[in-house]
């Protein structure tokens, strides 16, 4: 299955390095800013205390604003690297850990859509951590492309055992937008290899979903 994972991999990565470059271009100007404005204090200083009180002020809010701005990239690209290169050993898998860290990954697309998610405890499922996030990521983009463009719309995310099985459904109510043919092959022929299915719903102009049911992992796998 190197060859799905490989493709899709391929895809989110290009999708999510577009998004990761504006607000690291953003913190890069800001960066510089402050350097600017430290220059500024130090040629402005004047008397034995060359660094006035409100101007230390001024520097630790805006070096902390940015530090943060850091420290969420850095979670982000940490995230990103769970999913792209996890082992492919097909094994019991937290389901719910696997749709947050898409949730997180996200958070750089969803922007002003509203995002409504009830992911609940489930028992592990058959599939290949990373493998499963990275799916999960790849249909919540589409639905954060079908959604952005579309007033007061949201995407819905939910997760629920039933019977032997646990299911993952994600929906949005923007203009519609279905999996690439190509990459749709890809995902059936790497779910399949876990027992999964996956099921779209697209309704142009009216939004679309997707429902992935996974097998509950045994205890022999």
């Not at 220059?39 to 943060?68: K, N």
């Not at 996890?86 to 749709?99: N, R, Y």
């Not at 951590?129 to 959604?147: F, I």
Request: glycine residues 10%.
């Amino acid at each position: 299955m190197k060859d799905v994972r490989g493709a899709l991999s391929g895809e989110l990565a290009a999708a999510l390095t577009a998004e990761l470059a504006a607000p690291m271009q953003g913190l890069r100007d800001r960066l510089a800013l402050l350097v600017d404005h430290i220059d500024r204090y130090i040629g402005e200083s004047t008397g034995p205390d060359p660094y006035p009180w409100q101007s230390l002020q001024g520097l630790r809010h805006e070096l902390g604003g940015a530090y943060l701005e850091a420290n969420l990239l850095m979670r982000q690209l940490g995230d990103v690297r769970a999913v792209l290169l996890a082992p492919e050993e097909i094994t019991a898998v937290d389901c719910a850990h696997e749709v947050e860290l898409a949730l997180n990954l996200l958070a750089m697309k969803h922007g002003n859509v509203e995002l409504i998610a009830d992911v609940g405890v489930t028992p592990p499922v058959r599939a290949a951590a990373g493998a499963l996030a990275l799916v999960v990521t790849r249909l919540l983009w589409l639905c954060a492309q079908s959604a952005q463009d579309v007033a007061a719309s949201a995407i819905s995310v939910r997760t629920w055992a039933e019977g032997e099985a646990v299911w993952i459904s994600i929906a949005d109510s923007g203009r519609g937008l279905a999996l690439p043919e190509h990459e749709a092959e890809a995902v059936h022929r790497l779910l399949a290899s876990w027992g999964a299915t996956l099921d779209a719903i697209v309704a142009p102009g009216r939004g679309g979903g997707f429902e992935l049911r996974l097998h509950v992992a045994t205890l022999a796998g």
